[in-house]
């Protein structure tokens, strides 16, 4: 079903917000990889990338409900195949209270919006927002730092939503350099399909010894890819079919590891009439790139005058 979130939608399965008081409410941004390159191995077998996060104005929407007795409760279903104490969320949750010597618990219900296994980064944002909201309810004033660093021990895509800022990664993807990116859309479209990444990352056909890139080759439109396009091109029709229907609107791109595609536009009206060409029974809506996070513009909100009255209030999730 093609349609459009922009922020205020939803996409096809979205899982609701929990009733009653004391809930709070933050934004979960999902990404994009402009780019993923892989340019190299470490000792311990860990590959180095590069890669340039594009953060959206689309995404989870993480409720949270502190507790007097300590513990951490996860509200309404995980992931399919997830069980709870596996849930990304409610080990961000943990790993926080362990650190941080918090006596506190807390309630957590994740608004489901990004599809799992698309390279949205929904499991890794979730987390990100738990770590960061509940630096600020439980007031374990770790700082960004802190944060980004357990966020690294649950995944190397955390410490980029736990700072905030589109950025040029290299490294396992945890060194990070904040990057000014222009406005622009995006027509986003989940074929489906889920393969594991460390599959992936063990394929034959995987390049990864490509040449070092730059911020400079980023910028001047250099076209860096995603080395894991051509992989999951071969192994899933599916992916390759949207790449066919996407090419006909627009270059399209992978994002991350997942099976996600996208169409960068430089405006909403470009972006909208391409998801109208859409031949239909694509999973496709839009997006906006975030200038920065909107939990980050959440959490500065709330330092003004009245920004108290709701947490997150005046995103557009």
Wanted: charged share 20%.
């Amino acid at each position: 079903m093609n349609g459009s979130t922009e922020a205020s939608g939803s996409t096809p399965g979205t899982v609701t917000g929990p009733a009653g008081e004391g809930w709070s409410a933050w934004p979960a941004p999902a990404k994009l990889n402009l780019c993923l390159r892989i340019v190299g191995r470490r000792a311990d077998g860990y590959h180095l990338l590069q890669s340039v996060f594009r953060l959206l104005e689309w995404g989870d929407t993480i409720h949270l409900r502190p507790r007097d007795d300590g513990r951490i409760v996860r509200h309404g279903p995980s992931a399919a195949g997830v069980a709870e104490a596996d849930d990304l969320a409610v080990r961000a949750a943990h790993l926080l209270k362990k650190s941080a010597k918090c006596a506190q618990g807390v309630d957590i219900c994740v608004e489901k919006r990004i599809p799992a296994g698309g390279g949205f980064g929904g499991g890794s944002s979730d987390a990100a927002t738990v770590l960061v909201a509940l630096d600020r309810i439980w007031d374990t004033r770790l700082g960004v730092d802190r944060l980004a660093a357990l966020g690294l021990a649950l995944g190397a895509d955390v410490p980029v939503f736990v700072r905030g800022d589109n950025a040029w990664a290299e490294g396992v993807g945890e060194r990070l350099t904040p990057m000014a990116l222009p406005p622009a859309w995006y027509l986003l479209v989940d074929p489906g399909v889920h393969v594991p990444t460390a599959d992936l990352f063990a394929s034959a056909e995987l390049t990864r010894d490509a040449a070092p890139a730059t911020i400079s080759d980023f910028v001047s439109g250099r076209p860096l890819g995603n080395a894991f396009e051509p992989v999951l091109r071969g192994r899933e029709p599916v992916v390759n079919a949207v790449f066919a229907a996407l090419s006909r609107v627009g270059r399209p791109h992978l994002t991350g590891t997942g099976s996600g595609c996208f169409v960068e536009f430089a405006t909403r009206e470009a972006a909208a009439a391409a998801l109208a060409a859409l031949p239909p029974g694509l999973r496709a809506w839009l997006a906006a790139g975030a200038v920065r996070s909107p939990l980050h513009v959440a959490l500065e909100a709330l330092n003004q005058p009245q920004g108290r009255r709701q947490e997150a209030q005046g995103t557009r999730f």
